[in-house]
């Protein structure tokens, strides 16, 4: 089958859905129906992939037992991350919303299997992280599905790792690398949340880009 060619009006969505890409913490409580889960998540398996090793491993939290222990977990790690902060920045960081754990009904663990049988360990003798870095790239692709649907997807980070594995009882060798909510966003933005709550700003392009 030939190639689809992509004409400039393609080319302008995508950069329309790459610039409306956002990292959602304020959710409807809405259902999101299992069926676009689950093609959201073929999709992400689209991505491209260290030695085609496919390392991704998903885990859809849906038991509320689980969902709360990972609310005390965040609960936690929050509280120490604020410890960090002084002053006008703590006032700030308190502010913040920086999770949707409560609102999204969708809740997704994403591990990494450090040692996949596929693949057979092709482009990562030298560099192993790749496996990692092959995960993310799945992440990201589930990203920009969501926000084609209309969902939106945030990633907690702020969470201790360690219990992560049996808490959701997956294989005590698999790498913790995102906790994700999905949802339908409760209103779509231009701009980044903490851009807009004065946070942090962009960087412009040029700052970015070097030269040898």
């Known amino acids: 089958m030939p190639a689809p ?10 950069a329309e859905l790459l610039h409306w890409r956002r990292d959602v913490r304020h959710f409807l409580t809405d259902p999101v129906d299992a069926a676009l889960v689950q093609r959201l998540l073929r999709q992400a398996m689209r991505a491209p992939s260290v030695g085609l090793s496919q390392p991704w491993r998903w885990v859809l939290v849906e038991q509320p037992a689980r969902r ?3 609310e005390a977990n965040f609960a936690a790690a929050n509280a120490a991350a604020a410890a960090r902060y002084q002053g006008e920045q703590a006032t700030r960081y308190a502010a913040l919303k920086l999770e949707g754990l409560r609102q999204a009904p969708v809740h997704l663990a994403v591990f990494a299997d450090p040692d996949p049988g596929t693949g057979h360990g092709l482009g990562r003798q030298t560099m192993p992280g790749t496996l990692i870095w092959s995960v993310v790239m799945a992440i990201h692709t589930l990203w920009l599905a969501a926000r084609a649907e209309g969902l939106g997807l945030g990633w907690v980070s702020i969470l201790d790792p360690a219990p992560l594995n049996s808490l959701l009882d997956v294989p005590p060798h698999w790498t913790p690398i995102a906790y994700l909510c999905l949802g339908w966003p409760e209103r779509a933005s231009e701009s980044p949340l903490l851009e807009e709550a004065g946070w942090e700003q962009r960087s412009p392009v040029e700052g970015l880009v070097f030269r040898r």
Not at 5 to 14: E, I, P, W
């Open 5 to 14: 060619a992509f004409d400039a009006g393609f080319r302008n969505t995508l």
């Open 68 to 70: 709360q222990a990972v």
